[in-house]
T-cell receptor
């Protein structure tokens, strides 16, 4: 069965640096990949979607890449701020009919 | 436009009891998905409802059941509660996927269930 792997260790980054989070998947490539942010005790919030035929997608300080050869998506936050501290979840979708299945998430902490 | 609301926000039950969690979807959304999130884990897909019919189910036993109503609100019912059912239960609404949208899920704040 398909597995989704995100950095299990928390990521601690100095404010102003670029944070890079990884989402790896096994077997066949998803047609789409979503990224969400989740704050403690709250529901996830959608950030970005990248399609299989897109190498890169940007939104303000966020950048997502999708490498079907490496079976990996990278999520970058440039000029990181303490307010970016949260857990980030990736969710590959294998078709538009897919149900959204999440990875375990990576906890990001930005220190001032 | 109101967002997704869930009730109750917190509840405590004992083993063997039954619980019903409720969710009002975002205005205009016809699809509701339910997730279970244990501490430190990602949300686990329970099931999805589309126009009052179950439209996919994750790896959860039959004692997890649901309903969707004509106004697209939804309920999650769990029978014969077990200690491991303690978790945050998240409801998410969405539009049926179309070419122009991203399939994004709009989550409520969740119902925190503790089973003693």
């Amino acid at each position: 069965s398909q597995k989704i792997e995100q950095n299990s260790e928390a990521l601690n980054i100095q404010e102003g640096k670029t944070a890079t989070l990884t989402c790896n998947y096994t077997n066949y490539s998803p047609a789409y990949l979503q990224w969400y942010r989740q704050d403690p005790g709250r529901g996830p919030v959608f950030l970005l979607l990248i399609r299989e035929n897109e190498k890169e997608k940007r939104k303000e300080r966020l950048k997502v890449t999708f490498d079907t050869t490496l079976k990996q998506s990278l999520f970058h936050i440039t000029a990181s701020q303490p307010a970016d501290s949260a857990t980030y979840l990736c969710a590959p979708l294998y078709s538009s009919a897919s149900k959204i299945i999440f990875g375990s998430g990576t906890r990001l902490s930005i220190r001032p | 436009e109101t967002g997704v609301t869930q009730s109750p926000t917190h509840l405590i039950k004992t083993r063997g009891q039954q619980v019903t969690l409720r969710c009002s979807s975002q205005s205009g959304h016809n699809t509701v998905s339910w997730y279970q999130q244990a501490l430190g884990q990602g949300p686990q897909f329970i099931f999805q409802y589309y126009r009052e019919e179950e439209n996919g189910r994750g790896n959860f036993p039959p004692r997890f059941s649901g309903l969707q109503f004509p106004n697209y609100s939804s309920e999650l019912n769990v029978n014969a509660l077990e200690l491991d059912d303690s978790a945050l239960y998240l409801c998410a609404s969405s539009l049926a996927w179309g070419r122009a949208n991203t399939g994004e899920l709009f989550f409520g704040e969740g119902s925190r269930l503790t089973v003693l």
